[in-house]
């Protein structure tokens, strides 16, 4: 069995039915009771491992089954771990043995879990020749039974995970089954649209499944909280550990890894603890790493081809952690340049929600300094975020928006707003002044101050100024005067106070009719600075004799 599991669990598939009899019989007929202790032993370890073949769980018959499990009973932590991992995989299949795990909520399982691992770090401690035996088969028993809502819940209530801390440091084999814990105690439902659930009662009625009713424990305010408790518990810290040691780390302890850090992303309140834990530094890693210690090679991505789940799984965990976190404060060096192009990657994603919080990351990251601004603009992603734009999502638009006029203020970014001598620019630049004269008209207040503080910023260069009066007229703004919101108020008028250096452009405020909409702001603003913007404007256009008393 312990040469060849599949093997082994094929042989006794053929004679589940003489098992249990045979281990009556020989029990009985031993001549010590270490002997049998022994064949204990050894049958719940055979059948540990072969419970987790589900052929092998389909035919054991369940009276047999339960007069296995009463003849496997022990005293010994060995055997007791041995046979709870079984019951842990046959409950997948046997609904009585289900039912005696989630008795008392779970409780009773967890409390005998608790036990094995506590016994098995004693055991370690005392340097037993079995030592990491119970640990194994405790942890093998809790990666099942924490599929289950209610022992999810007692995991955290209970803190096993603080154990399983201290168990990873000194049994690198077993990480990868505590990582698997913690991604179940951890996951959310998968997110649906409401053509997706329809879609998927439609396939429930025509395979005449019965539709399960979805158990409160894993809603997610509940997972919320199983979060927050497995950070506080050291889980972060513990993962960042794993995931440095490039000895014991594997592929799949790398994709556990991505999705438990992404899903305690989900948590806002979280999230600045997390990077305290090392959560960005190990998603770093994660993204840009390989489990045998080698970077990923770079190369140029292929912008028309969907990001690879996996990395958008981390991209994601990275960017909603960006957004909660102080930049300035939160990464050590280098980290920016690290964390730009993985969530600039997201922008590629199909998935709405994942553009916005990549948009609303990159946002963050801008107002850092240069460096972040510089690898948007080096990763080609200007018109990317352009595009999403004219996005039919009001959200999408708003980000968009508040992040291309973040990015304005970056000196290649700003340049490029200039006509060039010989015009060659100037589709792209009748493109992108339409699409901030368009915003700044939106129902959506925040998507409008994003788009006439863009043009406040590009109106401080006067050759931009009457570029942007060729294509959308100086009156594009005039309407912001009126609004109510002081801060629209503000930047219209120092667009107009702006416009106001140019001589000719004067002419057009004035023609046009903006003297009024200025005194207006003037005598009635609640912003001290649209009402500073609006006298000097009205200053130069009096100097030039363009008002009328």
Same mark, same amino acid.
């Given at each position: 069995m312990l040469g060849d599991n599949q093997l082994g669990t094929e042989i006794l598939l053929k004679e589940v039915s003489n098992i249990?009899? &045979? +281990?009556?019989?020989t029990q009985g007929k031993a001549n010590s009771e270490e002997i049998s202790d022994e064949i204990t032993l050894l049958t719940a370890e055979i059948f540990a491992l072969a419970a987790g073949n589900k052929q092998f769980r389909a035919a054991c018959d369940a009276? /047999? !089954?339960?007069? +296995?499990?009463?003849l496997l009973k022990s005293e010994k932590p060995e055997v007791q771990a041995r046979v709870a991992a079984a019951a842990a995989k046959f409950a997948s299949t046997n609904a009585k043995l289900r039912e005696d795990l989630l008795k008392n909520k779970g409780k009773d399982t967890i409390q005998n879990i608790i036990q094995l691992l506590d016994s098995g770090l004693k055991e370690n401690n005392s340097g037993k020749s079995d030592s990491g035996s119970v640990e194994q088969w405790a942890v093998e028993s809790l990666s099942f039974v924490s599929l289950y809502p209610e022992i999810k819940e007692q995991i955290t209530n209970q803190d096993i995970s603080s154990r !399983? &801390?201290? *168990? =990873? #440091?000194? @049994?690198? =084999?077993? #990480?990868?089954? *505590? /990582?698997s814990i913690w991604m179940n105690v951890s996951a959310f439902r998968p997110r649906r649209d409401e053509v997706q659930e329809l879609q998927q009662k439609i396939q429930q009625m025509a395979n005449k499944e019965e539709q399960k009713e979805k158990n409160p424990l894993d809603d997610d305010d509940k997972v919320m909280v199983r979060c927050a408790k497995l950070v506080d518990s050291g889980v972060v810290s513990s993962i960042y550990d794993m995931i440095r040691d490039e000895k014991h780390r594997s592929q799949g302890l790398f994709m556990l890894a991505a999705q438990i850090l992404a899903s305690l992303a989900n948590n806002q309140k979280i999230r600045g603890k997390m990077v305290q834990e090392g959560a960005m530094k190990t998603l770093i890693i994660l993204y840009h790493g390989s489990p045998s210690g080698s970077e990923a090679p770079k190369e140029e991505p292929d912008r028309r081809a969907p990001i690879d789940g996996y990395k958008q799984t981390i991209a994601h965990a990275m960017a909603r952690i960006a957004i909660s976190v102080d930049p300035n404060i939160g990464y050590r060096e280098g980290s920016i340049s690290k964390m730009v192009p993985a969530i600039v990657s997201l922008l590629r994603s199909e998935d709405p929600l994942i553009q916005f919080e990549a948009m609303l990351a990159l946002t963050n990251l801008v107002l850092v300094g240069e460096e972040a601004a510089t690898l948007i603009s080096d990763a080609k992603t200007i018109s990317d975020i352009e595009n999403i734009q004219f996005s039919n999502n009001e959200m999408l638009q708003r980000a968009a928006c508040e992040l291309m006029c973040n990015m304005v203020m970056f000196e290649p970014v700003f340049e490029s707003y200039k006509m060039k001598d010989d015009r060659s620019n100037e589709p792209m630049l009748e493109r992108r002044f339409k699409i901030w004269g368009a915003f700044c008209g939106s129902d959506d207040v925040a998507t409008a101050k994003a788009a006439s503080g863009a043009l406040a910023m590009l109106s401080q260069d006067i050759g931009i100024c009457k570029t942007m009066n060729e294509i959308i007229g100086v009156d594009a703004v005039f309407h912001l005067l009126e609004d109510a919101d002081p801060d +629209?108020? @503000?930047r219209a008028a120092e667009v107009l106070k702006n416009m106001s250096r140019d001589e000719t452009l004067a002419k057009e405020i004035s023609k046009k009719g903006g003297v009024l909409p200025l005194v207006t702001v003037l005598g009635s603003s609640k912003s001290n600075g649209a009402k500073a913007a609006a006298s000097e404007a009205l200053d130069r256009l009096q100097k030039l004799n363009l008002i009328k008393l």
């Open positions: 249990v009899g &045979v +281990l009556d019989l009276e /047999a !089954l339960d007069e +296995l499990f009463s !399983l &801390v201290k *168990i =990873s #440091r000194t @049994h690198p =084999s077993l #990480r990868y089954g *505590i /990582a +629209l108020q @503000h």
